[in-house]
């Protein structure tokens, strides 16, 4: 079965039609995926519960301990885990506690080389690296 040049040509048109389609509009590569991360916040008058902390952490792949010292270090406030949310002491506003997530992902779980999010900590000596299990990149992490 081949096909004569008119219906080659018609079916490489076709092609390029749904290639347009499939590429317009998307701004991510091949790999790349979305993180959709929402942290629960339950505001009471002096405390502020990350109900969904042990969630939020296995989305990322990271340890629940790892996310809660960051969100502490950074917003200067005390707090405890329990079973798997963060309590924190004070308010925190759900935007407060997204701009904070956001920030750790860029600087604990997407590789600045690939800017994939298949990435693990690893502690060698002193020193904390992200390694990148798609590109195999691995880059230097500060200990929080």
Do not use: W
């Not at 707090?79 to 997530?101: N, P, T």
């Amino acid at each position: 079965m081949s096909l004569d040049l008119k219906s080659k040509e018609f079916y490489e048109m076709l092609l390029d039609n749904v290639l347009a389609r499939v590429t317009k509009g998307s701004s991510a590569s091949a790999g790349d995926r979305v993180l959709e991360i929402s942290p629960n916040l339950i505001i009471d008058a002096k405390n502020t519960f990350f109900t969904n902390l042990g969630q939020v952490a296995k989305m990322l792949n990271r340890e629940p301990a790892h996310l809660a010292r960051f969100l502490l270090k950074e917003t200067g406030r005390a707090g405890a885990i329990s079973d798997d949310r963060l309590v924190i002491q004070g308010r925190m506003l759900h935007d407060e506690a997204k701009r904070l997530i956001d920030l750790y992902i860029k600087e604990f779980v997407r590789c600045p080389v690939c800017n994939g999010i298949d990435t693990r900590i690893v502690s060698e000596k002193r020193f904390r690296f992200l390694v990148c299990d798609a590109c195999g990149a691995k880059s230097p992490v500060r200990r929080i």
